[in-house]
Each structure stands twice: as C-alpha cells, then as structure tokens.
C-alpha cells in the first residue's frame, strides 16, 4: 500500500497487474493502493476485480472506488 500512498503514478500499472496476483493479501493491497492514487487508469481494473472471489478483496475494490468517485 505505501505505493499508493506516496501517490507516484508510476506505480499505477504493478498495482494494476497485482490485482491479478493469485494471493488474496497482494490483490486487496493493490485494490487499497489503488484507491490512494487518483488516476482515471484504475477505474476499469478496479471495476474489473468486482468479480473477485474473495469478498474482502471485492470490499477493498468497493472502498476504492468510492474513493475514487466511481460508485
């Protein structure tokens, strides 16, 4: 999450592509850090990642988004 945090924009696409990662812990970090940075990339991914299988993944994706002004 402390990509997300310092809010560099590089970041933004290893977040994007962690949220594809087959551990649950590094996809709903990713989902967290995402919604720390306000770049318009995360939305689609975010919206994506709805389906994951894991309900606290798909809460932290939800929380990003609200964040994120997406909701």
Do not use: F
């Not at 689609?44 to 002004?69: C, F, Q, S, T």
Request: hydrophobic share 45%; proline share 6%.
């Amino acid at each position: 999450m402390s990509l997300g945090l310092i809010g560099d924009p590089r970041a933004v696409d290893p977040l994007i592509e962690a949220l594809n990662d087959e551990n649950e812990w590094v996809r709903l970090n990713a989902a967290k850090a995402l919604g720390e940075i306000n770049d318009p990339r995360t939305i689609k991914p975010l919206v994506e990642a709805m389906d994951d299988n894991n309900v606290d993944v798909r809460e932290a994706v939800r929380e990003a988004l609200e964040k994120l002004g997406a909701d």
